[in-house]
């Protein structure tokens, strides 16, 4: 598939896929995006709700590692201990990471050298990116994950229904129920009804919060 780095609508990058019309992130802006539904909507919501410091997240779609970056940005100025899990099937190439210019905009100075480590770092083993934050890369299909009671928080950032239905349906979102732990939470940028209602079959609370720049709503899903 031919793929294409952009540049969106707050002046950060993202990879697009010609024959699918679909990017990594939102065309409005890749930071904007990531900063509102993983951050605002879903860590800080966290932290409020559980007044814990310590969390372990899966991100469903690894990518770029643009959501993990911000979320080891916010972990330090939070105070927060975090396990993180990127689940990926189809990793990002060397000559791509070269072009995103994630780690000198949110950091300019020295955050380029904790974005390359997580880059660098191998896959399928925890390893410390600083002593607060421990990332695992999983090289691996989402279909094949079977954690069980695991994960405080979701990032579920996979290509869109459009374009991949087949990851939106009750058995994934059944899949992450079964891998969170009790009072956690699951975010997304999709704002769908057929995809509410399949994290509701699979016995979420979902709630429809206000979306990124340029995007009505996303969808916040409850395991309480
Ligand atoms: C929207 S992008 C993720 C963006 C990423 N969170 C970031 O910040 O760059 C979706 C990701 O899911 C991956 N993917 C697609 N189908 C997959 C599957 N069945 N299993 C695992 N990864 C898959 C793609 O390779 C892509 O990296």
């Known amino acids: 598939m031919e793929r294409k780095i ?23 802006g890749a930071i904007a995006e990531a900063r509102h539904v993983f951050i605002k909507m879903g860590l800080e919501y ?21 959501n993990a970056l911000i979320t080891f940005l916010e972990a330090k100025k939070l105070e927060l201990n975090i396990n993180y899990t990127g689940v990926e099937a189809y990793p990002v190439s060397e000559n791509e990471i070269q072009e995103l210019n994630y780690a000198q905009m949110l950091s300019p100075g020295n955050q380029i050298t904790f974005f390359q480590k997580m880059h660098n770092s191998p896959w399928d083993v925890p390893v410390a990116i600083s002593k607060n934050f421990q990332l695992e890369k999983q090289q691996k299909r989402f279909e094949e994950i079977q954690d069980v009671n695991a994960y405080d928080l979701v990032f579920f950032d996979a290509f ?3 374009v991949q239905p087949e990851l939106w349906t009750e ?26 209602r399949a994290m509701q079959t699979a016995g979420f609370i979902v709630e429809r919060l206000p979306g990124p720049p340029g995007k009505r709503e996303m969808l916040r899903a409850l395991k309480k």
Do not use: C
């Not at 409020?48 to 770029?64: H, P, Q």
């Open 6 to 28: 952009i540049r969106t609508g707050d002046g950060s990058v993202t990879i697009h896929l010609s024959q699918w019309d679909e990017q990594y992130h939102s065309k409005h």
């Open 46 to 66: 966290w932290v409020g709700w559980n007044k814990e410091k310590e969390l372990s997240i899966l991100e469903i779609g690894f990518g770029t590692g643009l």
């Open 160 to 162: 869109g229904a459009r």
């Open 171 to 196: 058995e994934i979102f059944a899949k992450m129920f079964v891998a969170m732990k009790p009072n956690s939470v699951l975010v997304t940028y999709s704002a769908k009804g057929s995809v509410r």
